[in-house]
């Protein structure tokens, strides 16, 4: 049985059953077959154009998961998995996941979730995005950014263009709305 979200071309895992037990719950999902997203030390930065197709294809399936009033919470390169089969970018680890009003844990990625989620306060897509704007950040710099608890007393996070001055101002423009604070 199919219980995820009807999303095409398929952006999340299939997954086959949720189980609760004991105040805690489990979602048994299809394996994905492909390397996260994570780069290695000595693996080379990923490249403008790589990163621009990767937010173009990231954007528009959140738009569509975010319309289903479901967040992920929890967007970082160790969590979003490439097919190998057809190079799609696929949200993997749903153990933070709000659906609608729900939340079943709360967590915090340093680095990549958002001031709201620090802080344990509501989060929404703009949660999301922030987490995804961070995962380009690092895909184009090999730099984590900041946490924000660390941004909000003294933010230190330098655009991209500052490492990569042959990035478009668009991108640069967009990834650094996407980690704005407030």
Do not use: C
Request: aromatic share 10%; charged share 25%; glycine share 4%.
């Amino acid at each position: 049985r199919d219980l995820s979200p009807k999303l095409e071309p398929r952006f999340t895992p299939l997954i086959t059953d949720v189980l609760a037990e004991d105040n805690y719950y489990y979602i048994v999902m299809e394996l994905i077959d492909g390397p996260t997203l994570a780069i290695e030390k000595d693996d080379p930065p990923w490249s403008i154009a790589a990163v621009h197709s990767f937010l173009s294809e990231m954007l528009n399936n959140l738009d569509k998961l975010h319309k289903l009033n479901i967040f992920h919470r929890d967007i970082k390169p160790t969590n979003i998995k490439q097919r190998i089969d057809n190079d799609r970018y696929v949200l993997i680890d749903f153990g933070l996941v709000r659906r609608g009003d729900i939340l079943h844990s709360h967590g915090y990625s340093p680095g990549y979730s958002s001031p709201e989620q620090f802080h344990r306060l509501q989060t929404d897509a703009k949660s999301d995005l922030y987490s995804l704007g961070a995962t380009a950040y690092y895909l184009l710099t090999k730099r984590v950014p900041p946490p924000a608890d660390q941004r909000e007393l003294q933010d230190l996070l330098q655009p991209v263009k500052k490492y990569i001055t042959a990035i478009p101002d668009e991108l640069n423009t967009l990834i650094w709305a996407m980690l704005k604070m407030n």
